[in-house]
C-alpha cells in the first residue's frame, strides 16, 4: 500500500489567483494522477502525472490552467491558476503501482471566492 | 470503458450482508471490474476487482455474472463505518497508465 498527503488541506482564494496543491507519496510509485470533485458529485480524472515529462490531461483540462509537475517518484503538485469561483471543489491526487490499485490523499478542499 | 448502471442509494442494517449491485452490459473482455468507496470527507479507497472470476479479500467479496454483464460487491457484516459511497468501474488497465472513471455510485447507508 501507500500512504499519500496533500497540502494544504484547504484553503480560501481570490479570484484571479492560483494555488499549488503538493502530493507526497511514502514510497515510491509508478503512477500518480489529479482528480477534481466538484461539490455533491462524483470524481473526474483531470490528468495523470509523468515523472519527467509533461502531464496528460484529460478532455476538457488543459495544462495552462491545471499545470502539473512530476520530478520524481514520490512527489507531485497541481496548480490551478487564474482562479474563478467555478474552480471551487475538492482536489484529490492518487498514486499506486498498477492501475488496479490506486491509493487516495484526503484531498484538498479549495474555495475561490 | 464501459457504462456502469449502479442504484443511486440503499439501506442495510447493521450486522447484515450489505449486497451492492452494477450493471456493465457494455463490457469487453479485456475490462476490469473495479470497486472503491469514499467514506465522507475522505478519498476514495480501493476495495476489490476482478475480471471474470469471483474474488474475495478481508474487505468484501465480487460476484460477477458468467456473462460479466453485471456485478455485486458483498460486504458480509456490514458495520456502521461501512456507510459511504460506493463505485463500481468497468475498465481497461492494459499495463499503461490509466486513471479512473468513475460514475455516480451507490450512497449505502448501513441503519443501527
Known amino acids: 500500500s501507500a500512504v499519500i498527503s496533500q497540502k494544504p488541506s484547504r484553503d480560501i482564494c481570490q479570484r484571479g489567483t492560483s494555488l499549488t496543491i503538493q502530493c507526497q507519496v511514502d514510497s515510491q510509485v509508478t503512477m500518480m494522477f489529479w482528480y477534481r470533485q466538484q461539490p455533491g458529485q462524483s470524481l473526474t480524472l483531470i490528468a495523470t502525472a509523468n515523472q519527467g515529462s509533461e502531464a496528460t490531461y484529460e478532455s476538457g483540462f488543459v495544462i495552462d490552467k491545471f499545470p502539473i509537475s512530476r520530478p520524481n517518484l514520490t512527489f507531485s503538485t497541481l496548480t490551478v491558476s487564474n482562479m474563478s469561483p467555478e474552480d471551487s471543489s475538492i482536489y484529490l491526487c492518487s498514486a499506486g503501482h498498477s492501475a488496479y490499485e490506486q491509493y487516495f490523499g484526503p484531498g484538498t478542499r479549495l474555495t475561490v471566492t | 470503458d464501459a457504462k456502469t448502471t449502479q442504484p443511486t442509494s440503499m439501506d442495510c442494517a447493521e450486522g447484515r450482508a450489505a449486497n451492492l449491485p452494477c450493471n456493465h452490459s457494455t463490457i469487453s473482455g479485456n475490462e476490469y471490474v473495479y470497486w472503491y468507496r469514499q467514506i465522507h470527507s475522505q478519498g476514495p479507497q480501493y476495495i476489490i476487482h476482478?475480471?471474470?472470476n469471483n474474488e474475495t479479500n478481508e474487505m468484501a467479496s465480487l460476484i460477477i455474472t458468467e456473462d460479466r454483464k453485471s456485478s455485486t460487491l458483498i460486504l458480509p457484516h456490514a458495520t456502521l463505518r461501512d456507510t459511504a459511497v460506493y463505485y463500481c468501474?468497468?475498465?481497461?488497465?492494459?499495463?499503461?497508465?490509466?486513471?479512473?472513471?468513475f460514475g455516480k455510485g451507490t450512497h449505502l447507508i448501513i441503519q443501527p
Open positions: 468501474i468497468a475498465e481497461y488497465s492494459g499495463g499503461g497508465a490509466d486513471g479512473l472513471t
Open positions: 476482478g475480471l471474470k
